[in-house]
Antibody, heavy 120, light 107 residues
Framework: QVQLQESGPGLVKPSQTLSLTCTVSGASINSGTYYWSWIRQPAGKGLEWIGRIYVTGSTNYNPSLKSRVTISVDASKNQFSLKLSSVTAADTAVYYC????????????WGQGTLVTVSS | DIQMTQSPSSLSASVGDRVTFTCRAS??????LNWYQQRPGKAPKLLIYGVSSLQSGVPSRFSGSGSGTDFTLTISSLQPEDFAAYYC?????????FGQGTKVEIK
């Protein structure tokens, strides 16, 4: 059973970089079985796909965030990470790391989510 | 980007009711449509993929239908654990997009 767990600071100052890590268990991040994505959800609002990475290192980003987003993989730790630069209050949200089976692109499994607040 | 529009945004229903809600895509997405359930304070959970295929472990009271631009999710007999928010998602073209959700509340 594949499980994901997000970790990282819960509070980030405006204009700084948000950094989160997702630790994958139950599967090798290098297996090629999954795409690894980040999705966020502001309080009381809907879901926004941020981007994804595949084992090859290939990435796809939401154009709305592309200029500020970097997703990377650390295979030695079975982790993937999100960096979102120049954050504002609008980036305050619960951030989920999510797997999607290659080549299907539906989202399962999900991490439990981590709240990141952007505030000075 | 493909816009996904769900209706209604919320509905009130009773245990045992049959409920149906809809998801409309801004362009044809064939059968590349998935549904998720999100209970309060929890991560979303995949319910249905490819319009009508139930994810393993999902009760058979859930069903999905549609094609092209119009899709529906039906719960045949609402149970207490079904009071939640439901989101549709298209996996036809990047960027993947979600509907704004339908919240099912207790009447």
């Amino acid at each position: 059973q594949v499980q994901l767990q997000e970790s990282g600071p819960g509070l980030v100052k405006p204009s700084q970089t948000l950094s989160l890590t997702c630790t994958v268990s139950g599967a090798s991040i290098n297996s090629g079985t999954y795409y690894w994505s980040w999705i966020r959800q502001p309080a009381g609002k809907g879901l926004e796909w941020i981007g994804r990475i595949y084992v090859t290192g290939s990435t796809n980003y939401n154009p709305s965030l592309k200029s500020r987003v970097t997703i990377s993989v650390d295979a030695s730790k079975n982790q993937f990470s999100l960096k979102l630069s120049s954050v504002t209050a609008a980036d305050t949200a619960v951030y989920y790391c999510v797997g999607s089976s290659w080549p299907d692109n539906w989202f399962d499994p999900w991490g439990q989510g981590t709240l990141v607040t952007v505030s000075s | 980007d493909i816009q996904m529009t769900q209706s209604p945004s919320s509905l009130s229903a009773s245990v045992g009711d049959r409920v149906t809600f809809t998801c409309r895509a801004s362009q044809s997405i064939s059968n590349y449509l998935n549904w998720y359930q999100q209970r309060p304070g929890k991560a979303p959970k995949l319910l249905i993929y490819g319009v009508s295929s139930l994810q393993s472990g999902v009760p058979s009271r859930f069903s999905g239908s549609g094609s092209g631009t119009d899709f529906t999710l039906t719960i045949s007999s609402l149970q207490p654990e079904d009071f939640a928010a439901y989101y549709c998602q298209q996996n036809y073209s990047l960027p993947w997009t979600f509907g704004q959700g339908t919240k099912v509340e207790i009447k």
